[in-house]
């Protein structure tokens, strides 16, 4: 089959093949990027902004002080499992 066809032919087929192949690439590279990213923010602990420090600070539980899982609004303490609210890690006023 191939050899049938004209020189050029064969060319810009292989030119148009290239082609969709770096877009193809640059896709996956951007999708790639992308979940790395979102995976990142979903590692790194949420900030919040506390009124008393004026900047964005890590949050603990208002009972223990200890690191949180966050949920909406509030969040569970990781010392005693229960839930508690969020208070500023460096100055424990609420946030
Ligand atoms: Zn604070
Ligand atoms: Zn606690």
Same mark, same amino acid.
């Given at each position: 089959m191939? =050899?049938l +066809?004209p020189?050029?032919?064969?060319?810009?087929?292989?030119?148009?093949?290239?082609?969709?192949?770096?877009? *193809?690439? +640059?896709?996956i590279? +951007?999708?790639? +990027?992308? *979940?790395?990213?979102?995976?990142m923010?979903g %590692?790194? =602990?949420?900030?919040?902004?506390?009124d008393?420090?004026?900047?964005?600070?890590?949050?603990v539980?208002?009972?223990h002080?200890? =690191?949180?899982k966050e %949920?909406f609004?509030?969040?569970?303490?990781?010392?005693?499992?229960?839930?508690?609210?969020l208070?500023? *890690?460096?100055? %424990?006023?609420p946030?």
């Open positions: 191939l =050899p +066809l020189l050029v032919d064969t060319a810009g087929n292989l030119a148009c093949l290239i082609v969709v192949g770096i877009i *193809a690439l +640059l896709m590279i +951007l999708l790639a +990027l992308m *979940a790395y990213q979102r995976y923010a %590692k790194r =602990p949420v900030q919040h902004l506390c008393y420090c004026g900047h964005m600070v890590s949050v539980s208002d009972c002080h200890a =690191p949180v %949920k609004l509030h969040g569970i303490c990781t010392e005693c499992k229960t839930e508690c609210r208070v500023c *890690a460096k100055c %424990k006023r946030v």
